[in-house]
């Protein structure tokens, strides 16, 4: 059986057994031995492992990221729109999601301000600048400190790729480490349905089952309306803007391989059919394409990026946690810079979700909450992210006129691809 349908199986028993016990709260021996038992446990080993992944899964990912992008002789100044664009709309996708979970406040009705739990005392801005800087990058392993070992693996693969022959043999090991990591990944994924039950069903066993349904499916709506809007003002305000290009063609274009990355919920699995889109639709020369998008699926996420913001502060909502205006501008720097690192696979989000938490100071065991509604919204970001990858392509190839603008304005030519693709 999928994953996806095992998670959403295992989601549904949890809330209808934590709902059944509810009632019965007060039997020490369903509280004990059950709620805060079994459940506990369980649901405590998942979130464990998940953190586990964390530190080695942004470390490797980003390592093999920022040696992908550093090629010398790409460094030009295609690179540098291309990394420039893809970083800008991340903050703005991030931007959009703050704004919009602060004044819809998606968890304000959730029961979870009864709970105890103290978020870390804000660190003053300054000390966060000197910070991003680690003096020891064991303690920085260590601790978890997200911002330093994601500083440090840029360094890290900027050195990989400069140092020559001795500095391919490191780059060599750290792909193949990648995908020792991402095979780790898919098998704490594997159990993924029972921590889901767990986590669940103490959740449903200890709260309000009304008012965690209506903070969940707000927080749902939020994440997809933001996800829409994105698409639709960010890419096709640039894509008008900054490349003079008709967005309704361009989303017409691409429309094949949305639907592919909706179903497949992989940019990396995607990315043959985004590239056919990019050249057979929109016209772009496959000298641009054949860097801007691989790059794209390495470090643009602005789906991603979106989901971790309303979730952010969906979670801090649920608790009753008021974030400063420093944590909110941490989390928007946390996000966009480990978006370099987030793989294109199916669910790594949720687990990168963890060291944006870590740095606003929030509960990641809060994340046990979102995971079983994830997988829709795990489809519908992963189409935004390759969207957003070949609008940028295409801006930069306009820029750099790089770009075949007859057939990108040809209808003909977007029926008759998407006809072969049916």
């Given at each position: 059986?999928?994953?996806?349908?095992?998670?959403?199986?295992?989601?549904v028993a949890g809330a209808i057994v934590g709902t059944i016990l509810h009632q019965f709260t007060g039997n020490s021996l369903i509280n004990d031995y059950l709620i805060n038992g079994l459940f506990h446990v369980g649901g405590k080993w998942f979130i464990n492992a998940l953190k586990m992944l964390m530190v080695p899964l942004v470390f490797v990912s980003i390592v093999c990221g920022v040696c992908s992008l550093a090629d010398p002789k790409k460094l030009g100044s295609m690179s540098f729109k291309t990394i420039g664009l893809y970083l800008l709309t991340t903050a703005l996708a991030l931007t959009l999601a703050l704004i919009l979970a602060s004044i819809v406040k998606p968890g304000d009705g959730m029961p979870l301000k009864e709970v105890s739990y103290q978020a870390k005392d804000t660190i003053p801005f300054i000390q966060v600048l000197i910070n991003l800087i680690p003096s020891n990058i064991v303690e920085a392993f260590v601790e978890a400190k997200m911002l330093q070992i994601i500083i440090f693996s840029i360094i890290f693969g900027l050195a990989i790729t400069y140092s020559g022959k001795a500095g391919e043999k490191v780059r060599e090991f750290f792909m193949s480490l990648n995908e020792v990591v991402?095979?780790?990944?898919?098998?704490?994924m594997k159990f993924a349905p029972y921590g889901v039950f767990f986590l669940i069903a103490k959740t449903f066993a200890s709260f309000d089952i009304q008012a965690l349904l209506n903070g969940l499916l707000s927080y749902?709506?939020?994440?997809?309306?933001?996800?829409?809007?994105h698409a639709i003002i960010t890419y096709g305000s640039l894509l008008k803007i900054i490349g003079s290009l008709n967005p309704i063609v361009f989303f017409k274009g691409m429309w094949p391989a949305m639907l592919t990355a909706f179903g497949t919920s992989s940019s990396n699995a995607t990315l043959p059919v985004t590239m056919r889109c990019v050249e057979k639709n929109l016209g772009v020369h496959r000298n641009t394409y054949s860097f801007t998008l691989p790059l794209g699926a390495t470090i643009n996420m602005d789906g991603t990026a979106i989901m971790q913001g309303v979730a952010t502060l969906f979670i801090a909502q649920a608790y009753g946690i008021d974030l400063t205006a420093g944590q909110l501008a941490m989390v928007v720097l946390t996000a966009t810079m480990a978006s370099i690192g987030t793989a294109g696979v199916p669910g790594v989000?949720?687990?990168?979700?963890?060291g944006v938490l870590l740095q606003a100071g929030l509960p990641i065991e809060a994340i046990g909450m979102i995971l079983g509604i994830d997988r829709l919204l795990d489809m519908t970001r992963t189409a935004i992210n390759i969207t957003g990858d070949a609008a940028v392509t295409a801006i930069v190839a306009k820029s750099e006129g790089e770009i075949d603008l007859d057939v990108y304005n040809d209808p003909v030519i977007h029926s008759n691809f998407e006809e072969k693709e049916a």
């Open positions: 059986m999928n994953i996806s349908v095992k998670i959403l199986i295992f989601m991402l095979e780790i990944v898919n098998i704490i749902f709506i939020l994440v997809i309306v933001a996800l829409i809007l989000g949720l687990i990168m979700l963890q």
